[in-house]
């Protein structure tokens, strides 16, 4: 049995230190925010005993290897997101188990904490609790006593005391609780969380946070609908009721007419929107790679300025452990990401939480594949669009087999039709399952004015315009062009459209400048959209746009050479690398023969069907000269393998992206 020798915890009384702290925060200029994140104030002096201090920096081998989970604990999930300050001993983590992830101070009894802090007005302390199974030792009970007690300049009081056990079939239990601190509002205190109990128990503070209640907090909706095209939409001119919510919305919003993904594919376009770069200045490509952590992501500029993060996910190409969850106080994969009614569990998420955090300052990240083939979606819808030679309710994959190596297959008009039908019964299930309900909550909570709304999307969809299917190999308008909509604090901006170009890498800096956050716009490749909607302002005050969309060579695993778009205004210049024989090979069905460049006019052209390039040699080559001259990275970013690669290929399976033999490949 391992055994850890354990230092006391003792009380210390620092105040004087506390006062300096404070005073020096303020001769800083260090502007106060509505969240104070205990993690982020933990350094070296602030940890009084922990079992990872005793073995820290470099532990015996003997104790890891008699303990394997401790090594586990030890070298793995380190908490680095921006503002969260030093790790001292390892023990700031970034709690992942199964479809949760928290920001986390690991707490093996006997652990201390002591942070000094100050207690504004109308404050809540707020935490959970957490314990977490050792697999050496799986089928034994564990409990651990965790404790917070205050101690101020006068006295020294626990505020919360909760024993929380863990049954011997069960590898994880959380709780979370809210303590008032009416009666110490104002005061400089040290806060004391300690842990006592089974000292092989796994025991996790999981992101303690003092924040001041208020009903007039400002907050941010990132939505994301995973595989929406634009075209599909009302708002954006589509003839079929597919989306009355989101059209309701767009009255209230901003809508971009004219919005380019930087990827026709899940994993590097979320990344691009999160980081406000082009996949040549983050680096992420293919799905082994994430993201660097020289890049800095939406959520942890967000976090600067005491906003709580929590994202709700569909997983897979979106998983925390790809980069997405750094920022993020909580980064969540909902219940059932893949069911055919996976919108109506991430409303229901949604809901439950914002009845539970209405009164905080945040930023919510919601996802959901729910209109990703198979197109499955539930019987009144998956026929509400049905035509009468309709034969099929969902995409049969065994029947249609146009996935992979069949991606390039011709089918009848009427199975087409009957998939467009589908796709589009998708998009009005999750508009009234998910957005309908999310504006009305919003809305009873008295939260809608006060809220910045963002809806978008990653990729679209083809079907067989450009004589393929589905997403992941082309770089055509039906596949890179999505919805953009930003409902803006109180609706300003309602009701304009914009039809100038702008890009998903706008959609940060966008957000930053609405919340009054200072950011390095030098370091992005995205800008503010904020000038497009300013009175006053025509359009040559404004500088167009230029959107890089790319595709590399197997990319997602799928023979796929490397595609790269860019536009100069409305005209679209791409360069499309040949097929290697293997690749050709690889499918069943030849993909359409494609010239090394394409050009097209999309004002008189919006189809993409009439390459000027041979007709328009000079033109080629100026937009060739162009694309060279950009497309080169800025930043320090470096492709990097996830350490997560298996728990990567076993969810991409499951959402339909790999198939057997190409896992087999892949191990």
Same mark, same amino acid.
């Given at each position: ?17 506390? &006062? ?48 394997? +989970? ?13 503002? +969260?300050?030093? $790790?001292?001993?390892? /023990?700031?983590?970034?709690?992942? /188990? ?16 002591? =942070? ?7 404050? =809540? ?7 977490? $199974? ?40 959380? =709780? ?35 924040? /001041?209640?208020?009903?007039? *907090? ?22 079929? %009721?597919?989306? %009355?919510?989101?059209?309701?919305? !767009? ?20 990344? +691009?929107?999160?980081? !406000? ?53 909580? @980064? ?42 198979? @197109?499955?979606?539930?019987?009144? @819808? ?91 190999? +082309?770089?055509?308008?039906? =596949? ?63 500088? !167009? ?40 090979? @690889? ?41 060279? &001259? ?6 320090? !970013? ?28 892949? *191990?």
């Amino acid at each position: 049995m391992l055994k850890i020798s354990r230092t006391r915890s003792v009380f210390i009384n620092p105040f004087v230190l506390v &006062s300096i702290l404070l005073a020096l925060s303020r001769c800083a200029g260090k502007e106060e925010v509505p969240l104070f994140r205990f993690i982020d104030h933990i350094g070296q002096k602030n940890v009084i005993s922990s079992p990872l201090k005793e073995i820290y920096p470099n532990p015996s081998p003997k104790i890891l290897e008699g303990s394997p +989970s401790l090594a586990e604990l030890f070298n793995n999930f380190p908490l680095s997101d921006l503002g +969260s300050g030093e $790790n001292p001993f390892s /023990v700031k983590k970034k709690l992942s /188990v199964g479809n949760l992830e928290f920001n986390s101070l690991a707490a093996m009894p006997e652990s201390h904490f002591a =942070v000094p802090s100050e207690i504004p007005l109308g404050s =809540v302390l707020e935490f959970g609790c957490a314990l977490r $199974n050792d697999k050496e030792r799986m089928g034994q009970p564990r409990n651990v006593v965790f404790q917070i007690i205050l101690e101020s300049e006068t006295s020294k009081k626990e505020i919360f005391m909760e024993t929380l056990g863990l049954p011997p079939d069960k590898t994880f239990k959380f =709780v979370l609780r809210r303590v008032k601190l009416s009666s110490q509002e104002g005061q400089k205190a040290v806060f004391h969380f300690l842990t006592t109990g089974d000292s092989r128990a796994f025991g996790f503070w999981l992101h303690p946070v003092i924040y /001041v209640a208020s009903s007039s *907090r400002r907050n941010i909706i990132l939505i994301s609908l995973d595989t929406l095209r634009a075209d599909h939409l009302g708002c954006y001119g589509y003839g079929r %009721p597919t989306s %009355p919510n989101t059209d309701s919305l !767009a009255r209230d919003s901003a809508v971009f007419l004219n919005t380019f993904a930087s990827s026709p594919w899940t994993l590097p376009s979320h990344v +691009s929107i999160m980081t !406000a770069l082009n996949t040549i200045n983050h680096q992420v490509y293919a799905r082994e790679n994430e993201l660097d952590s020289f890049v800095h992501t939406l959520a942890e500029f967000l976090k600067t300025k005491g906003y709580f993060n929590v994202a709700f996910t569909g997983g897979g190409y979106v998983s925390g452990f790809y980069g997405f969850d750094r920022g993020f106080d909580s @980064y969540r994969v909902t219940a059932r990401p893949l069911a055919r009614d996976a919108a109506e569990d991430l409303y229901s998420e949604t809901s439950r939480w914002l009845e539970d955090n209405q009164d905080k300052s945040f930023f919510l990240f919601l996802h959901t594949y729910q209109i990703h083939d198979p @197109y499955d979606s539930p019987e009144s @819808y998956n026929k509400l669009f049905r035509e009468p030679s309709d034969a099929l309710t969902v995409m049969d994959e065994a029947r249609l087999g146009i996935y992979h190596a069949n991606r390039f297959r011709p089918l009848d008009e009427d199975t087409r039709r009957n998939l467009v039908n589908l796709y589009d019964g998708e998009i009005r299930h999750t508009d009234e399952a998910l957005i309908g309900p999310l504006l009305e909550k919003l809305r009873a909570l008295s939260l809608y004015d006060r809220t910045m709304i963002i809806l978008t999307s990653d990729h679209g969809e083809e079907f067989f315009e450009h004589k393929a299917w589905l997403h992941t190999h +082309s770089v055509y308008n039906e =596949v890179i062009k999505v919805p953009l909509l930003i409902k803006y604090f109180g609706s300003r901006y309602a009701g304009r459209k914009i039809e100038d170009i702008v890009r998903s890498v706008d959609i940060l800096p966008t957000i930053l400048e609405e919340a009054g956050i200072r950011y390095p716009k030098k370091n992005f490749d995205g800008q503010s959209l904020r000038e497009f909607l300013e009175e006053g302002r025509s359009r040559r005050d404004t500088k !167009a746009r230029v959107f890089i969309s790319d595709l590399s060579s197997h990319g997602e695993g799928e023979h796929i050479p490397m595609k790269i778009a860019m536009n100069r205004g409305l005209i679209k210049f791409i360069v499309n690398e040949r097929y290697s024989p293997a690749d050709l090979k @690889y499918f069943a069905f030849p993909p359409p023969r494609l010239a090394e460049t394409e050009v097209f006019d999309l004002s008189a052209d919006p189809g993409e069907r009439m390459n000027l390039a041979t007709a328009r040699p000079d033109l080629a080559r100026e937009l060739s000269k162009q694309l060279r &001259s950009l497309y080169k990275q800025k930043t320090r !970013a470096r492709s990097r393998t996830t350490t997560a690669t298996r728990t990567i290929l076993e969810a991409l399976k499951s959402l339909g992206y790999i198939q057997a033999s190409e896992e087999k490949k892949d *191990r």
